[in-house]
């Protein structure tokens, strides 16, 4: 995904380059709302300081919402809820208050991400991973290789948000929040025993991996090449099953 940051606060900056790079995000850093209005190549959503040098950073915003539906999400000092109003109504999709976590400045990108994105009708059917996992969001049901999977609704609510993006490393906190609440200030053990659920029930579907002190990281299982070659054999042996001695389809009588 990329992103274009407009940003003229270096440090601000330089940490957010970094940790959207750590999380796979491609970045592009202008400093002025000048360079964020020249700037040609594509970007997917636009992080907006308002607070920019030479210009200020609302106009920025009303000048790229009148372009075109990309993605706009104000970072920004001021709290003033005046200022916050002016942002959304000016179409920014989201506003993210200094100081920000990296963590949050991720989950609010993939949450205007996944509202920007609607599905369309030939889209609105299950979700397929791999060839073996159907998720069916409308209906909240769950299939391996066509049979339901009984979850409960934490389980299927944790693995509709890990399935959201496949090999994203997502921290406790994004899935406690986006999972449970935004205000769950509990022990997260919970998460690790919904986990271990998911692990049992979809063990040769989908593996999850805990990366230590940071979070989950959900990866969809490849169809091994001999499971293939044993699927086939088993075909073959049933092809061979129902020919007679010359070879020939048995005759039933």
Known sequence: ???????????VAESLRRGLRRYG????????????????DPYDVVLLDLGLPDTDGLDVCKALRVRGNVPIIVISARSDETDRVVGLELGADDYVSKPFGVREVIARIRAVMRRAQPRTAAESGPDRYGARLTIDRKAARVHVDGAEVALAPKE???????????????????????????????????????????????????????VRGVGFRLEIAKESKGSKESKGSKESEESEDGKGEDGKGAEVT
């Open 1 to 11: 995904m990329h992103v274009l940051l407009v940003e003229d606060d270096e440090p």
């Open 156 to 210: 299927y609510d944790l693995l509709a948000f890990l399935t959201e993006e496949p090999g994203a490393l997502m921290s406790r906190e994004q899935i406690m929040e986006a999972v449970w609440d935004a205000n769950w200030f509990g022990p997260t053990k919970t998460l690790d025993v919904h986990v271990a659920a998911l692990r049992r029930k979809l063990a040769d579907v989908v593996t999850i991996e805990a």
């Open 25 to 40: 995000f491609e970045v592009d850093w202008v400093t002025t709302g000048a360079a964020a209005l020249a700037h040609r």
